[in-house]
């Protein structure tokens, strides 16, 4: 957890805390589990590679701590294979990270974290802070 001084309060006022963008990866990794139907070892290793990425880290970040990101969306996209096999193969996933929806005609479903209040309380649980 890291410690920030709130200067906007009395010019230096107590501590603020920030969230760590971790939680929110983990959080975003369970929920896609169920909601999006990670359910193959390929999904969620997609899945995982996505917010395992320093740009992930940095999209969690700015969801949880500035209060001027309201959402935060996971999409699944698939894309079948084509071929004799492909009736037979699972289509492929691969997963976005944005803070607006998109479409696209391989859309399969996105997972939408819409916070509570401005920002993430790093004492409280998160489930209790986004709908």
Same mark, same amino acid.
């Given at each position: 957890?890291?410690?920030?001084? /709130?200067?906007?309060?009395? %010019?230096?006022?107590?501590?603020?805390?920030?969230?760590?963008? /971790?939680?929110?990866?983990?959080?975003?990794? /369970?929920?896609?589990?169920?909601?999006?139907?990670?359910?193959?070892?390929? /999904?969620?290793?997609?899945?995982?590679?996505?917010?395992?990425?320093?740009?992930?880290?940095?999209?969690? $970040?700015?969801?949880? $701590?500035?209060?001027?990101?309201?959402?935060?969306?996971?999409?699944?996209?698939?894309?079948?294979? %084509?071929?004799?096999?492909?009736?037979?193969?699972?289509?492929?996933?691969?997963?976005?990270?944005?803070?607006?929806?998109?479409?696209?005609?391989?859309?399969?479903?996105?997972?939408?974290?819409?916070?509570?209040?401005?920002?993430?309380?790093?004492?409280?649980?998160?489930?209790?802070?986004?709908?």
């Amino acid at each position: 957890m890291e410690e920030v001084v /709130d200067a906007s309060v009395g %010019g230096g006022g107590g501590p603020a805390f920030l969230c760590d963008p /971790d939680l929110v990866k983990k959080y975003l990794l /369970d929920a896609a589990g169920v909601l999006l139907g990670v359910s193959s070892m390929e /999904d969620y290793d997609a899945a995982q590679a996505v917010v395992a990425t320093a740009e992930a880290t940095d999209v969690c $970040n700015s969801f949880a $701590n500035d209060s001027g990101v309201p959402a935060l969306y996971m999409m699944k996209e698939v894309e079948s294979s %084509g071929g004799e096999q492909a009736a037979y193969a699972a289509p492929a996933a691969s997963f976005a990270l944005a803070f607006e929806l998109s479409w696209k005609p391989t859309h399969a479903g996105s997972l939408a974290l819409i916070k509570r209040a401005p920002t993430i309380d790093p004492h409280l649980p998160l489930a209790s802070q986004i709908q």
